[in-house]
T-cell receptor
């Protein structure tokens, strides 16, 4: 059974500092996704990672995937308050179709 | 391009009742997946429909069911509601392939009293 673990679950950050969120998964998968969720809102797609060594960047966020280590990281550079949200990684269940197994999410709080 | 829409946005029901939630995917998307989000269990996959057929199913009791119509719109039904069914129900649509990006709707907040 595919399990997805994120850590940390809570992250209190200072503006301007760098941080990394880790996402480990238990069995082979060839696709990993990162989503952002603001309180009371739905999920916003951030990154789709489909191959080993994939790296994607958008603004202050950079995501990478190591399929051999079954690990993805979401790196935050020079955190700003607008990045405060909950971030989820999700791994494609290794079967035909679009089922995703989600981590429990990492809640980021950025303060000055 | 319009996003994924879900109706209703909020729903209050009592135990034992049944409920039907609706999801309209992005135009051209043929796959619709449903997820349940609760504070305790997080986001859990319910089922996925593609071309009117259930392609995958998560680990939920038979009280949870769904269907997809020829226009790709999907409905999910929960019968004999329990207090624990209170959750945010999210649907997501994608073009068709496992590797396509999934886009989530705003969700339906179900409260069971």
């Amino acid at each position: 059974e595919l399990k997805v673990e994120q850590n940390p679950l809570f992250l209190s950050m200072q503006e301007g500092k760098n941080y990394t969120i880790y996402c480990n998964y238990s069995t082979t998968s060839d696709r990993l996704y990162w989503y952002r969720q603001d309180p009371g809102k739905s999920l916003e797609s951030l990154f789709v990672l489909l191959s080993n060594g994939a790296v994607k960047q958008e603004g202050r966020l950079m995501a990478s995937l190591d399929t051999k280590a079954r690990l993805s990281t979401l790196h935050i550079t020079a955190a700003v308050h607008d990045l405060s949200a909950t971030y989820f990684c999700a791994v494609g269940a290794n079967q035909a179709g679009t089922a995703l197994i989600f981590g429990k999410g990492t809640t980021l709080s950025v303060s000055s | 391009k319009a996003g994924v829409t879900q109706t209703p946005r909020y729903l209050i029901k009592t135990r034992g009742q049944q409920v039907t939630l609706s999801c309209s995917p992005i135009s051209g998307h043929r796959s619709v997946s449903w997820y349940q989000q609760t504070p305790g269990q997080g986001l859990q996959f319910l089922f996925e429909y593609f071309s009117e057929t259930q392609r995958n199913k998560g680990n939920f009791p038979g009280r949870f069911s769904g269907r997809q119509f020829s226009n790709s719109r999907s409905e999910m039904n929960v019968s004999t509601l329990e207090l624990g069914d209170s959750a945010l129900y999210l649907c997501a649509s994608s073009l068709q392939d496992s590797y396509n990006e999934q886009f989530f709707g705003p969700g339906t907040r179900l409260t069971v009293l």
